[in-house]
């Protein structure tokens, strides 16, 4: 069964924005809090964002300030709003739960370059 689909990755040029999505199955999304990871090649995994079901969102430092984590509880999505994109944000990004992640999808691709 497919817990989660990303989806909105691209190529960008730096200092573009870039909104990605994640559609998730009802059993991951309610009523858990979410979160966005990154994976940049030869790296670990990394947590980018998190947002409760109620909306509370943290950040990790370096995207502070120029990403936006949202949710659509109706929808059982999950939104990352990229703004200001550096050449150090690419990386396949996935979302799943904060806690207790289930199993990972396929991710998107995010490519920031001149």
């Known amino acids: 069964q497919v817990q989660f689909v990303e989806s909105g990755g691209g190529w960008v040029q730096p200092g573009g924005s870039l909104r990605l999505s994640c559609a998730a199955s009802?059993?991951?999304?309610?009523?858990?809090?979410m979160a966005w990871y990154r994976q940049a090649p030869g790296k670990q995994r990394d947590l980018v964002a998190s947002i409760t079901y109620g909306g509370n969102t943290n950040y990790a430092e370096s995207v502070k300030g120029r990403f936006t984590v949202s949710r659509d509880n109706a929808k059982n999505t999950v939104y990352l709003q990229m703004n200001s994109l550096k050449p150090e944000d690419t990386a396949v990004y996935y979302c799943n739960r904060m806690y207790s992640p289930g199993s990972w999808g396929q991710g998107t691709q995010v490519t920031v370059s001149s």
């Open positions: 009802v059993s991951m999304f309610r009523p858990n809090a």
